[in-house]
């Protein structure tokens, strides 16, 4: 029998570093991310988990450390939000640059200003193009989960890519769900010890990140994105291999009654979530709706995306974020996806909760009530004070 | 009492610094009394073109570079590293320009120092951001002229008094050095080795080109900051023990700062009036550092 404790997405997310033997963290506190360092500094003093932990006075510097100990070959763990992400993002692009698999927790809240708290996927995509894996949650067990998983994959030769696990403040941050607790033999045998091909080592001496002419910097970004080519390969054995012991099964999306569905929408995290009981009322009443939330954002997931959504005569897409004069970040990605296919369904771009209001069942059957009775647009607003 | 400096060189020829610079004779030093079990770490500054390039390295430890900013908590981060996944005794070196330093780099180093992180900071300062061509920073002292501080109206400001700054976290240990006096670097090195915590390093490095000398007066240029007490020698351990260690006391009293002064083109436009006022300026500094070290 398992071991199940009640957890905020936060604490979940320290249980996910501790099942995972991290060995250095580095944070510095936000909210709503503080929890998570918080339970795991008492970890570390308490004996839970033996690891360093870096108390630094910035995110700026969470990720410089963390970056310094991942290249002399530890497990590393960090978490931020919001205005500590953006102030990582010059480290972001470091972490990828040198090939290190740090994982991150990273609680959606939208940017200031003006000062908020809550949840918006704006600051997480906005990193999109730094070469994290990202990987956006709608469970507390998904959260817990997707640490181990994070380090299998991030970790692999083939990937060496650092990784963000993304989740909803408050939505999931703080709200306590039940969480099974995997058994740390089991962990082990899962997730070896961090092994790099190269690391700061003063017997086999090298150096990391030197000056580079366009001879060879061209060569090192096509490595970057073979490693993310390579890394949907080992996303999925990480996943097959993940269900196969602890019995919980992950794709790169989750489809919800998207076999014979006619109009599919396309959501990320707690919305998506949400939007199922949406799909069953709409369902009750005749309506053939299906629901694709995408888990992977970084690695896009193309081929999953195009199989699923090929035969739908309408697509949703819900996001909750904005690209100022661009619209919605996952409806371009969405559309980009279904430039080539044949079959071309028409793409509506959703904007809704923006700033953490709440997207309720009802908002989402609103959507497909729009969709049936006008024609796509790239941005339409939803219950937004015009 | 004569020091041995160890022989062994820990850095090759063939790397790209510029004739007679100073960073690249500091680096030198260091390492041959740090020795191979170091790690070191690289913020943006000459060093960061000096090693390279790719696929090149000058150096014969292994190296990081890091982003401007982060040379103290990338270190930090190194020295964690070792500590959980390698050798807890390596020695984790934070090696960075005046502007890494001085500058942008100074919250980090704050925060390192704060926590007392086991590691080496240096500031190999060449008195501007050199890599850069010639930029002031807050390590350019009074009345030199940079590409931003141009003669018709150069620094107006103080050198930053960073070690003092440094002094107030309360660190182990913090030691000034030149590279004109490479057997004191060494014994202050050796003690540093010794100390467990943050250990603060801050070396004198003429910068030829920067300077506007000659590249075979780097030396030269680098005895007479000490000798005028430009860039006096101490020690300051706990924050609060200073020591002065001037190499020759006695041949050092009352050399005033004129020909040092005169020797440098980027002060080539400065009158009388402003060499005297650097010279009141150094006197008061010498006076105080003598009353914190109960001379």
Same mark, same amino acid.
């Given at each position: 029998m398992s071991t199940q404790k009640v957890l905020m997405g936060n604490h979940a997310l320290s249980w996910g570093a501790v099942t995972s033997r991290v060995q250095v963290i580095s944070a510095y506190p936000i909210t709503p991310q503080t929890q998570v360092v918080e339970l795991l500094s008492e970890m570390c003093t308490d004996g839970t988990l033996d690891a360093e932990f870096i108390k630094v006075e910035s995110e700026h510097s969470a990720m410089a450390a963390c970056i310094g100990a991942s290249a002399a070959g530890a497990r590393t763990f960090t978490a931020t939000s919001a205005q500590g992400l953006a102030l990582m993002h010059e480290m972001l692009h470091w972490a990828v640059g040198g090939r290190l698999p740090v994982v991150m927790g990273n609680i959606n809240r939208a940017m200031a200003p003006p000062w908020t708290i809550w949840t918006e996927q704006t600051d997480s995509l906005s990193?999109?193009?730094?070469?994290?894996?990202?990987?956006?949650?709608?469970?507390?067990?998904?959260?817990?989960?997707?640490?181990?998983?994070?380090?299998?994959?991030?970790?692999?030769?083939?990937?060496?890519?650092?990784?963000?696990?993304?989740?909803?403040?408050?939505?999931?941050?703080?709200?306590?769900?039940?969480?099974?607790?995997?058994?740390?033999?089991?962990?082990?045998?899962?997730?070896?010890?961090?092994?790099?091909e190269f690391k700061l080592d003063v017997k086999n001496p090298h150096t990391f990140g030197g000056l580079t002419t366009p001879d060879w910097y061209m060569e090192l970004r096509y490595n970057i994105q073979k490693g993310m080519d390579d890394s949907y390969q080992v996303i999925r054995d990480a996943q097959s291999e993940f269900k196969s012991v602890f019995g919980r099964d992950y794709g790169m999306v989750e489809e919800y009654k998207c076999e014979d569905a006619d109009v599919i929408l396309v959501g990320m995290a707690?919305?998506?979530?949400?939007?199922?009981?949406?799909?069953?009322?709409?369902?009750?009443?005749?309506?053939?709706?299906?629901?694709?939330?995408?888990?992977?954002?970084?690695?896009?997931?193309f081929e999953d995306v195009r199989r699923v959504l090929k035969n739908a005569k309408q697509i949703l897409v819900l996001d909750r974020n904005l690209s100022p004069?661009?619209?919605?970040?996952?409806?371009?990605?969405?559309?980009?996806?279904?430039?080539?296919?044949?079959?071309?369904?028409?793409?509506?771009?959703?904007?809704?909760?923006?700033?953490?209001?709440?997207?309720?069942?009802?908002?989402?059957?609103?959507?497909?009530?729009?969709?049936?009775?006008?024609?796509?647009?790239?941005?339409?607003?939803?219950?937004?004070?015009? | 009492m004569i020091y041995t400096i160890p022989q062994k060189e820990l850095i090759n020829p063939g790397h790209l610094a510029c004739q007679g610079c100073g960073g690249a004779l500091a680096l030198r030093t260091v390492l041959k009394t740090l020795g191979e079990n170091t790690i070191l770490t690289f913020p943006a500054c000459c060093w960061s073109v000096i090693d390279g390039p790719f696929p090149y390295s000058a150096v014969k430890v292994p190296l990081f570079h890091t982003a401007f900013e982060t040379a103290a908590v990338t270190a930090a981060g190194?020295?964690?590293?070792?500590?959980?996944?390698?050798?807890?005794?390596?020695?984790?070196?934070?090696?960075?320009?005046?502007?890494?330093?001085?500058?942008?780099?100074?919250?980090?180093?704050?925060?390192?120092?704060?926590?007392?992180?086991?590691?080496?900071?240096?500031?190999?300062?060449?008195?501007?951001?050199?890599?850069?061509?010639?930029?002031?920073?807050?390590?350019?002292?009074?009345?030199?002229?940079?590409t931003t501080t141009p003669t018709q109206s150069p620094k107006k400001e103080r050198k930053k008094d960073l070690v003092s700054i440094i002094a107030a976290h309360a660190v182990p240990y913090i030691a000034t050095a030149c590279v004109a006096y490479p057997e004191d670097l060494t014994k202050k090195l050796e003690k540093a080795k010794k100390i467990k915590g943050f250990k603060f390093f801050h /070396?004198?490095? !003429?910068? =030829?080109?920067?300077? $506007?000398?000659? *590249?075979?007066?780097?030396?030269?240029?680098?005895?007479?900051?000490?000798?005028?007490?430009?860039?006096?020698?101490?020690?300051?351990?706990?924050?609060?023990?200073?020591? /002065?260690?001037? !190499?020759? =006391?006695?041949?050092? $009293?009352?050399? *005033?700062?004129?020909?040092?002064?005169?020797k440098q083109g980027r002060f080539r436009h400065l009158k009388e009036d402003d060499i005297n006022e650097i010279q009141a300026f150094v006197d008061k500094r010498w006076e105080k550092l003598k009353k914190l070290a109960e001379i």
């Open positions: 990193q999109r193009d730094t070469g994290w894996l990202q990987v956006y949650a709608s469970s507390n067990q998904e959260v817990y989960d997707s640490v181990l998983m994070a380090y299998k994959i991030a970790e692999n030769r083939k990937v060496s890519l650092p990784m963000m696990i993304v989740l909803d403040a408050f939505f999931l941050s703080h709200t306590s769900e039940n969480v099974i607790m995997i058994d740390q033999n089991k962990a082990d045998a899962y997730l070896p010890k961090y092994d790099p707690t919305a998506a979530s949400t939007g199922k009981e949406s799909i069953d009322i709409l369902r009750n009443k005749g309506v053939k709706a299906g629901l694709l939330r995408i888990r992977y954002f970084r690695p896009f997931p004069g661009l619209g919605g970040i996952t409806f371009q990605e969405v559309k980009s996806a279904m430039y080539n296919e044949k079959n071309k369904p028409p793409i509506y771009g959703f904007i809704m909760g923006l700033g953490g209001r709440d997207i309720t069942v009802e908002s989402i059957t609103n959507l497909f009530e729009h969709a049936k009775k006008n024609d796509p647009q790239d941005i339409i607003w939803m219950e937004v004070k015009k | 190194v020295k964690a590293g070792v500590k959980k996944a390698q050798d807890p005794n390596t020695i984790s070196v934070a090696w960075a320009g005046d502007g890494g330093t001085f500058d942008i780099g100074i919250q980090a180093l704050s925060g390192a120092a704060e926590r007392n992180e086991d590691m080496f900071y240096f500031v190999y300062d060449n008195e501007a951001y050199m890599n850069t061509g010639v930029q002031r920073s807050s390590a350019t002292p009074k009345g030199a002229w940079t /070396i004198f490095a !003429p910068c =030829p080109p920067g300077w $506007k000398i000659n *590249p075979q007066d780097t030396i030269r240029i680098a005895k007479m900051a000490v000798e005028n007490k430009m860039f006096p020698l101490f020690e300051i351990e706990d924050g609060e023990k200073y020591t /002065i260690n001037m !190499p020759n =006391p006695k041949k050092e $009293k009352n050399v *005033p700062v004129n020909e040092y002064i005169l």
